[in-house]
T-cell receptor
Framework: NAGVTQTPKFQVLKTGQSMTLQCAQD?????MSWYRQDPGMGLRLIHY???????DQGEVPNGYNVSRSTTEDFPLRLLSAAPSQTSVYFC?????????????FGSGTQLSVL | AQKITQTQPGMFVQEKEAVTLDCTYD???????LFWYKQPSSGEMIFLIY??????QNATEGRYSLNFQKARKSANLVISASQLGDSAMYFC?????????????FGTGTRLTIIP
């Protein structure tokens, strides 16, 4: 059982380049999210999805796009990378939103924008 | 808007001692959920414990327990008999009752170091 798989694990970009961070889960979870983690700031929500075809913005959505064409995949696109987007990115998924249903996290993508 | 405050950026604790990591939260909602996650140096996020706002008893999971004081809006994590492997970052998080697990608000974390 792979859980939540993120690729790549590391990436270096130049300012202005675009790229897509991949996230896939094999648990048939409806809910998926992208967070970024910066020193001293914890994890902040970028975008989230409550099902295929449905996405919405989180706390820090600027500079990022998402789509959810299937239940399994939730890619995060950086259209024109900026140094401020240097961060560790986590994808997460959850089956439901009630009770003690926890988030399952991917292993993270460390992104550096030069 | 939800807010989570973790006031201890770092803590050093002797091995085998108990440790309490502080977490306070701010919400006007009556129904909410609180989580604690552990992030070791390898970087993955590990779920530790969950407390629902209507749960009458404090949550426990092995050596982890949550000291939930609703009136004070605090949800402190207690680790009993600390081990070297407990050295990690610890994050408190809250689920927005108007949404769900797709939208958690995290605190800034506490770095715990266990001293042999």
């Amino acid at each position: 059982n792979a859980g939540v798989t993120q690729t790549p694990k590391f990436q270096v970009l130049k300012t202005g380049q675009s790229m897509t961070l991949q996230c896939a889960q094999d648990m048939n979870h409806e809910y998926m999210s992208w967070y970024r983690q910066d020193p001293g700031m914890g994890l902040r929500l970028i975008h989230y999805s409550v099902g295929a075809g449905i996405t919405d913005q989180g706390e820090v959505p600027n500079g990022y796009n998402v789509s959810r064409s299937t239940t399994e995949d939730f890619p995060l696109r950086l259209l024109s990378a900026a140094p401020s987007q240097t961060s560790v990115y986590f994808c997460a998924s959850s089956y439901s939103t009630q009770g003690n249903e926890k988030l399952f996290f991917g292993s993270g993508t460390q992104l550096s924008v030069l | 808007a939800q807010k989570i405050t973790q006031t201890q950026p770092g803590m050093f604790v002797q091995e085998k001692e108990a440790v309490t990591l502080d977490c306070t939260y701010d919400t006007s909602d009556q129904s909410y959920g609180l989580f604690w996650y552990k992030q070791p140096s390898s970087g993955e996020m590990i779920f530790l414990i969950y407390q629902g706002s209507y749960d009458e008893q404090n949550a426990t999971e092995g050596r982890y327990s949550l000291n939930f004081q609703k009136a004070r809006k605090s949800a402190n994590l207690v680790i009993s008999a600390s081990q070297l492997g407990d050295s990690a970052m610890y994050f408190c998080a809250m689920r927005d009752p108007n949404f769900g697990n797709e939208k958690l608000t995290f605190g800034t974390g506490t770095r715990l170091t266990i001293i042999p």
